[in-house]
C-alpha cells in the first residue's frame, strides 16, 4: 500500500491544486478541547473545500459550529456535513446503560462534546444559510433509539433556517 497511498499531515490553505482541483482546508472545532487540558493544541480536524471548473462541494467532517467552516462553504453548490442531536444520543446511551455509569463530569464534558464539536440540524441550517449554499447533503448520522429511523426530522428542523435543497445521505447515493 506503501507503493500506492502517499499520507501526509497537512494544515489550513490550499493543499492541493493542479489543472482540474484546488482542494482548500481548514480546521474545524471537532478536537475542541479547553485550554490547559492534556488534550489541548495536540490534535487537529480539517473540513475541505474541493473547487473544480464546474463545481464547489465543501466536506465538513466532524466539526461544531464554526465561522471558518461557514467561510470555506461560501457560495458551495453542495455542502455535505454530519449531523446530529445530542439529545437522541443521550437517550441511545441512556438506554443502553452508559450514560448512568459516566460520572457528572463524564456527563458535562459529553454534553459539551456534542454542542460543540458537533452539529445540529439546526447549526446545519443557519450554516447553510450563512454561507450561502445552494444544498446540503446530511451524513454520518448520529445514534438513534428507532430501528427504521429515516431522519427526516434532521432534514425537516434544517428547513426552518435553510431554503435550499437537503438530502438525507445513503451508501452509494450520488450528487
Same mark, same amino acid.
Given at each position: 500500500m506503501g507503493n500506492i497511498f502517499h499520507g501526509h499531515d497537512v494544515a489550513a490553505g490550499i493543499i492541493y491544486q493542479d489543472a482540474q482541483v484546488k482542494v482548500s482546508a481548514v480546521e474545524n472545532t471537532h478536537f475542541n478541547f479547553p485550554q490547559g487540558s492534556p488534550p489541548y493544541g495536540k490534535y487537529t480536524s480539517y473540513s475541505y473545500r474541493f473547487e473544480t471548473p464546474g463545481r464547489v462541494v465543501v466536506f465538513t467532517g466532524d466539526t461544531g459550529p464554526s465561522s471558518a467552516v461557514t467561510e470555506l462553504a461560501h457560495g458551495a453548490d453542495v455542502l455535505v456535513t454530519e449531523v446530529t442531536s445530542p439529545e437522541e444520543v443521550v +437517550?441511545?446511551? *441512556?438506554?443502553?446503560?452508559?450514560?448512568?455509569?459516566?460520572? #457528572?463530569? %463524564?456527563? %458535562?464534558?459529553?454534553?459539551?462534546?456534542?454542542?460543540?464539536?458537533?452539529?445540529? #440540524? +439546526?447549526?446545519?441550517? *443557519?450554516?447553510?444559510? *450563512?454561507? &450561502?449554499? *445552494?444544498?446540503?447533503?446530511?451524513?454520518?448520522? &448520529? #445514534?438513534?433509539?428507532?430501528?427504521?429511523d429515516d431522519y427526516q426530522r434532521y432534514s425537516d428542523e434544517a428547513k426552518k433556517y435553510f431554503s435550499g435543497n437537503i438530502a438525507l445521505a445513503k451508501d452509494l447515493m450520488q450528487f
Open positions: +437517550e441511545s446511551q *441512556k438506554r443502553a446503560g452508559i450514560w448512568q455509569a459516566k460520572t #457528572p463530569a %463524564e456527563q %458535562e464534558g459529553f454534553l459539551r462534546h456534542m454542542h460543540e464539536e458537533h452539529v445540529t #440540524p +439546526e447549526d446545519v441550517g *443557519k450554516m447553510a444559510t *450563512k454561507a &450561502g449554499v *445552494k444544498a446540503v447533503v446530511m451524513t454520518h448520522l &448520529g #445514534p438513534t433509539v428507532a430501528p427504521n
